[in-house]
């Protein structure tokens, strides 16, 4: 673990790790010189993992109109750190590992007072470099946290929720209707057990898949079917009389590609938004199929999606 005198915790949808939360306020003029963080110097396996205890801040200090100081109370860890730390997704080495975090603005610039930011304000971002103390944004990338949600719940569910919120606009804006059928791959996880939910609630049938031990996890979810990801496709062809799902949700990556590609119906929307088991590559399991007219792809980003704090809440 970090050697940092963290306070771990897990929730229902992920892991993350809390800082002791010193409170006090301060102006750039007093910002610490030095802060505590977990720096990558270069790619490879957990252990290039570095803890550095005096980590300088200078670059905090300038603080532009829109951006905000957040002194950190949690900060996330997602499969998606490890992308960043191997070298898959690209970062300019060195830098603070993490992107995603929860914590109380402790410094506001100009125009981010008149968008409302302030002193004391409770908010969720993601950012690259999240652990550490704090972190500089633009406060029109932080998501004001409501009263009655303490920020171990909102921190479990900003980049894993706002994914979750994104993909189902996403699958909402095609043909996609009330009483269809959809599948989840890694239903039981974080933002699988979201999109079965939030599916669920929009009146969607959703078929789940993951490990034979987290079935009865994806049901408890919601998930109208569960299975384990070897039987997708017979489950699928038996459940749609051959006519196959109007969309998968994708984020495992190589190993479940291909299947999801062969259940879509014809004009099928398929969405990739995750690696866990490596970089996907496409292929056709079944040879008379021609997977290019069956299915639509569709790449998109997280970062690129900023939802209104209403129809976040």
Not at 109 to 126: D, S
Not at 162 to 169: D, F, K, P
Request: hydrophobic share 35%.
């Amino acid at each position: 673990m970090f050697p940092l005198r963290f306070k771990p915790h897990i929730t229902r949808y992920a892991k993350h790790i809390q800082y002791r939360n010193y409170r006090g306020l301060f102006s750039t003029n007093a910002f610490p010189e030095t802060q505590r963080a977990i720096v990558i110097k270069e790619h490879g396996a957990s252990d290039v993992l570095t803890y550095e205890k005096r980590y300088d801040t200078s670059s905090l200090k300038d603080v532009s109109n829109n951006e905000v100081i957040v002194k950190h109370s949690y900060a996330g860890l997602n499969f998606i750190d490890t992308y960043y730390r191997s070298g898959l997704y690209k970062q300019p080495l060195p830098f603070i590992a993490g992107g995603e975090a929860v914590g109380e603005i402790v410094h506001v610039g100009e125009e981010a007072k008149l968008a409302g930011a302030a002193v004391g304000m409770r908010v969720g971002m993601m950012n690259l470099g999240s652990y550490c103390e704090y972190s500089k944004v633009d406060f029109n990338q932080c998501i004001q946290i409501p009263d009655n949600i303490n920020d171990a719940v909102a921190l479990s569910s900003t980049i894993q929720g706002l994914t979750a919120h994104y993909l189902v606009e996403i699958a909402e804006g095609s043909w996609l209707k009330e009483g269809d059928y959809c599948v989840v791959h890694a239903g039981a996880g974080g933002t699988g057990s979201l999109l079965i939910q939030i599916l669920k609630l929009k009146g969607y049938k959703v078929i789940s898949t993951s490990s034979e031990k987290k079935i009865e996890l994806a049901k408890s979810y919601g998930a109208d079917v569960a299975i384990e990801y070897s039987n997708l496709c017979e489950t699928v062809e038996n459940i749609t009389s051959g006519f196959g799902v109007k969309t998968v949700f994708d984020g495992v990556g190589n190993k479940t590609a291909s299947d999801s590609l062969s259940v879509c119906a014809l004009r099928g929307l398929c969405i990739y938004f995750g690696n866990a088991s490596g970089v996907r590559k496409f292929y056709s399991p079944k040879p008379k199929k021609d997977i290019l007219s069956n299915a639509s792809l569709i790449h998109t980003l997280c970062s690129t999606h900023s939802p209104s704090q209403q129809s976040i809440l």
